[in-house]
């Protein structure tokens, strides 16, 4: 009985449980965690801000800089989530390992992360892509532009697409903390994440949805200094230092929280 009780206990996995113990994560090691994030956060920034000067060009020249600054960014940015994923496991072992440690060692899993971060997104543009296309869809058939069992019809193929993707999405989205913490590749690390999720979706999809309440709250700051600061420059600047800051600190919780997560769920599972 107290076996069966304790099993029951251990396949428990609170939402609130992992983002208080990630908080606390972020808290403890908030100089090192927020530090190390930083080393990758001020070039991104800095190649924002660059490639606005080039906001007075050409189309052309405005899309191939906005393609190059997106591709860099997007490379650096991943190699700072890598890096904190690593951070983030070590301190919860009971490790240390300093910021160029870190750093060093995401470059191993660099690859592999970034080729399973394109198939999952490509899920996930699936899911976009359906909603923008249904739309207007909508639109002609109240307008009286095409017949209702047809829209019928679509609305059921697209309701079925958006339910594979989101099948997809969410039991592989522990993705990258399996390719990196398990040191596997991109096929391998979906086809972890997705067994250590399956059976713990409704844990799983709390613990997002807590953390988005979390980001939709930070958020509303923004939005209620936009109703006291009358000047537009003056908003933008503080808009920008805004985002800057809770970038620097959402990035590395939503982290902790991810690693926590997976951390709770390889334990149920083994």
Not at 47 to 66: C, D, E, R
Not at 130 to 146: E, I
Not at 198 to 225: C, D, E, Q, R, Y
Request: proline share 1%.
């Amino acid at each position: 009985m107290d076996t069966v009780s304790a099993d029951i206990k251990k396949s428990r996995i609170k939402a609130t449980a992992v983002i208080k113990e990630a908080a606390l994560i972020l808290k403890n090691n908030w100089q090192k965690l927020l530090g190390l994030y930083l080393f990758f956060l001020v070039p991104v920034l800095v190649i924002s801000m660059l490639q606005q000067s080039f906001a007075s060009g050409s189309k052309i020249v405005q899309t191939v800089v906005g393609a190059a600054a997106f591709v860099v960014t997007l490379c650096i940015g991943n190699w700072g989530v890598i890096s904190l994923v690593i951070a983030i496991d070590k301190i919860s072992a009971g490790f240390s390992a300093t910021i160029k440690e870190n750093i060093s060692e995401a470059r191993r899993h660099f690859f592999s992360y970034l080729a399973a971060m394109i198939i999952f997104a490509a899920f996930a543009l699936v899911i976009v892509s359906v909603v923008v296309l249904a739309m207007p869809l909508h639109v002609n058939a109240l307008t009286g532009g095409m017949n209702r069992l047809v829209l019928l019809l679509i609305d059921a193929v697209a309701v079925a697409v958006v339910f594979v993707a989101l099948y997809f999405v969410i039991r592989c989205s522990l993705y990258g903390v399996c390719c990196v913490i398990e040191n596997m590749g991109p096929i391998q690390a979906l086809k972890r994440s997705h067994e250590l999720v399956k059976k713990h979706i409704n844990n799983v999809v709390g613990t997002f949805a807590l953390f988005g309440i979390i980001t939709i709250a930070a958020g509303a700051i923004l939005s209620a200094a936009a109703f006291v600061i009358k000047n537009d420059k003056v908003l933008t600047v503080v808009g920008i230092l805004y985002q800057a800051i809770m970038g620097l600190v959402l990035t590395p919780f939503w982290v902790a929280v991810m690693v926590v997560l997976y951390q709770k769920l390889r334990e149920v599972a083994e």
